[in-house]
């Protein structure tokens, strides 16, 4: 599957909004095995594990390096930062797949 968030593409957040099931997100990934932290990712939203987790993934599950809860679990609900509300690609950018 192509991503839904590439270079280039402008995203509008809201903070502290419900996310559901399906929709794309912000999220505080854990940091790497050196203990150096990882930027916020967009990641697909899949599930609520419990009231407590959740569980996320990129849309494109064979780009390498691609960190989500196939590779670190699930997360921590508080890791969820924001809920993306809308998805902008700049004229010239359209992505094809």
């Known amino acids: 599957m192509v ?3 590439g270079p280039g593409h402008l995203v509008l957040i809201r903070y502290g909004a419900a996310a559901r099931p399906g929709d794309m997100v912000v999220v ?3 940091a790497d095995r050196g203990g150096r932290p990882r930027p916020p990712a967009v ?5 609520y594990d419990g009231s407590h987790h959740v569980w996320v993934e990129s849309d494109n599950l064979d780009a ?3 960190i989500d809860s ?3 679990g699930a997360l921590p609900a ?9 998805r ?5 950018r359209v992505q094809q797949g």
């Open 43 to 47: 990641k697909r939203l899949v599930r």
């Open 78 to 86: 508080t890791a969820v930062l924001a809920r993306v509300l809308v």
């Open 88 to 92: 902008l690609i700049p004229p010239g």
């Open 28 to 30: 505080a990934l854990p």
């Open 64 to 66: 390498p390096g691609a």
């Open 3 to 5: 991503p839904a968030v």
């Open 70 to 72: 196939w590779t670190v």
